[in-house]
């Protein structure tokens, strides 16, 4: 047995739970503080008299980083920002409720999301290198499931501060600055990856970390199996960033990276700018819209825990092209319906929660875990971070579109064009992708497993 194995092989542990719930809080801070920026929007485009840009933009500006958090991971360790990307968080949280016009508010939107983006890439690298292979996939589907938990804590929040007066707006996005304050209490005193220390050599560190979490093995146990993985390491290839775009790695890259962008086409434009759609689809008042929105973003449950009870049997790939095939479905009937006038609000209850299942149950979750799994530990964390980043551009394209979209094509066009989305969502994890259900994390920086090669071909 050596000292991967060992984790690999043991059972979820408290201290497993503390470094899920440590890094899942940040994904908490994600979908809390877009979505509590969606019901502030509602209150600024009277108040500011948002022009269609102005709208895109504000929604936009958070959804950067990841891109360079991921490299600095690989390089430096994944603890070295850990607790810096959620206190820039706070900072601009804080910040964000003392914003005077439009611009201001989109600057410091843009910092608030360098912060939130790099922390995408370290927290799922993170808890991959901990936990135990038969169980990864269900354990960070139910962490996952934290950024729907925020998008809903954030509508409660919303409507309470609906009628709080002019600064209500202020008051949302403020608020956001209160659970970054758990998350780097929480994160405080967190080891670093005993993988990553592996990698780099530090088999003294490497040890200690894996006495904290594993402390079944005996001294003898632990140093011979570190000593054997390290000359298992010797003359391994080291990577760079660039590697995930040469020959051994370029289909997982966009196994990673593609399908993300395309959910995130749908899900942040519906996060996002659903509490107004809603104002467009049946519902009359702001206080509707809300409680509309939070209706919506309760039904992921109906999709997560399935996924979190099946993912490990079921697979990632698999889950993944159904849900953008449910996707297409859901948001389809809403727009084919939209296309010829007012749709019966039963049909878009029926069709949003259709899209919100089926997201939950595929690329809502599977997208975020998937490019944890296919790189060795000195990529790990720049695949997913190039894989965020990436998304995010889907993600910010969409949302500055979709205003400017909705003026040209109604909603009925503009959900037909998110409901494409999904269906080459489906069409591309069915040819690019590889199932690592089950399948140990790639280790010592060499060519992935036969095995799973041999399955890519297929």
């Known amino acids: ?239 760079n960033w660039f590697d995930l775009f040469g020959k051994t790695y370029l289909r997982r890259t966009l196994y990673a990276a593609i399908p993300w962008f395309l959910m995130d086409v749908m899900g942040y434009a519906m996060a996002i700018f659903l509490p107004i759609m809603l104002l467009h689809l049946g519902l009359h008042t702001q206080e509707q819209a809300v409680i509309g929105n ?14 979190a009870l099946l993912i490990d049997r079921i697979g990632r790939r698999k889950t993944q092209i159904w849900g953008f095939l449910g996707d297409a479905v859901g948001l389809a009937l809403v727009g084919a319906f939209a296309l010829t006038g007012q749709p019966p609000f039963a049909i878009v209850a029926v069709g949003l929660i259709l899209f919100q299942v089926a997201n939950s149950f595929g690329p809502g979750n599977t997208t975020w875990i998937i490019p944890t799994e296919l790189y060795p530990t000195e990529l790990r964390a720049s695949g997913h971070g190039f894989s965020t980043a990436f998304s995010r551009v889907g993600a910010a394209t969409s949302v500055f579109l979709l205003p400017i979209l909705q003026a040209h094509f109604g909603i009925g066009g503009l959900l037909l064009i998110l409901a494409s989305a999904g269906l080459l969502g489906a069409v591309l994890t069915q040819i690019l992708g590889v199932e690592m259900a089950g399948e140990t994390l790639p280790e010592t920086g060499g060519k992935p497993d036969p095995e799973v090669i041999a399955r890519e071909a297929a």
Do not use: C
């Open 1 to 239: 047995m050596d000292a991967v194995n060992a984790l690999d092989r043991q059972a979820v542990t408290r201290k497993h739970r503390r470094i899920l719930w440590a890094s899942g809080l940040g994904i908490f801070l994600d979908g809390y503080d877009l979505s509590i920026m969606a019901i502030a929007l509602i209150l600024l485009k009277e108040q500011w008299h948002l022009t269609p840009s102005e709208l895109g933009g504000l929604g936009t500006a958070a959804l950067v980083g990841g891109l360079f958090g991921g490299p600095i991971a690989d390089r430096w360790g994944r603890k070295t920002i850990y607790l810096i990307d959620i206190a820039a968080f706070f900072f601009a949280a804080l910040l964000s409720g003392f914003a005077w016009d439009a611009t201001s508010l989109i600057v410091l939107r843009f910092f608030l999301g360098l912060g939130v983006g790099a922390d995408y890439p370290l927290s799922s690298t993170y808890m991959a290198e901990f936990l135990p292979k038969k169980s990864r996939g269900a354990a960070m589907t139910w962490i996952f499931g934290l950024w729907m938990g925020g998008a809903l804590v954030s509508s409660i929040v919303g409507l309470l501060l609906l009628h709080t007066g002019p600064d209500a707006w202020r008051w949302m996005l403020v608020s956001g600055a209160v659970p970054a304050v758990l998350v780097l209490w929480l994160r405080r005193n967190l080891p670093e990856s005993p993988r990553w220390f592996i990698r780099r050599g530090r088999l003294q560190e490497a040890s200690e970390v894996v006495t904290w979490l594993a402390p079944q093995l005996s001294e003898s146990e632990r140093h011979a199996a570190l000593q054997e993985l390290a000359a298992s390491m010797d003359g391994a290839k080291q990577h």
């Open 294 to 307: 939070a209706l919506f973003t309760a039904s992921f449950v109906f999709g997560w825990v399935p996924l």
